[in-house]
């Protein structure tokens, strides 16, 4: 007889999982993909690398910003309302402080041009680890229905839309988000 699988990690408590999300959210301003990757998938475990895009592919489409989406599904996934309610506080309570603290030091410093040069800096390192954490989770593109040239195609095109043509992303997510759903159900019907 075979022995049952190994539990799967999870929080251990609400405590656990308030405090896993505000570490999350104190790590990862202007950018936050890849440190919820690295914690929740490498590091914790909570998700294997394939649950982590199913899950992160929900939370893009549902309303409201991608991470708080994703911190609700995986509270509810293990305490229900109540883990839902406890990862979005864990989230946002701390970075809320901090960022109306920011704020009001912005507002008096703001015309100061190391404090524009250092904006800038930043701005580059979180477009460096957006593109650190999509090349990482390309990787799950091989376990895609659609073949990935297709793939490559469609994100060109957004690419090109959004980046260059500057359209909006109203217009550009539905048709390109609605043809990638058409053309994965017609490889995958029987």
Not at 66 to 95: C, K, S
Not at 127 to 143: D, H, P, R, V, Y
Request: with cysteine; aromatic share 8%.
């Amino acid at each position: 007889m075979s022995a049952p699988p190994p539990a799967r990690p999870r929080p251990a408590s609400l405590a656990d999982l308030f405090v896993s999300f505000t570490v999350l959210a104190l790590q990862g301003f202007g950018g936050v993909l890849p440190v919820v990757q690295r914690e929740i998938v490498e590091r914790k475990r909570w998700l294997t690398h394939e649950e982590f895009v199913e899950d992160w592919a929900v939370a893009q489409i549902m309303p409201g910003p991608n991470v708080v989406n994703l911190a609700m599904m995986l509270g509810t996934r293990w305490f229900g309302l109540a883990g839902a309610l406890t990862a979005m506080a864990g989230l946002i309570a701390v970075p809320l402080v901090l960022v109306l603290l920011l704020a009001a030091l912005h507002a008096r410093y703001a015309a100061h041009p190391a404090v524009a040069g250092a904006l800038r800096g930043m701005a580059a390192v979180s477009a460096g680890l957006i593109a650190a954490a999509g090349l990482k989770l390309s990787t799950s593109l091989a376990k895609n229905p659609m073949p990935l040239p297709w793939c490559a195609a469609i994100a060109a095109c957004a690419f090109v839309l959004l980046a260059w043509l500057r359209a909006p992303l109203v217009w550009v997510l539905p048709p390109l988000g609605g043809l990638g759903c058409v053309l994965a159900w017609r490889r995958l019907r029987p």
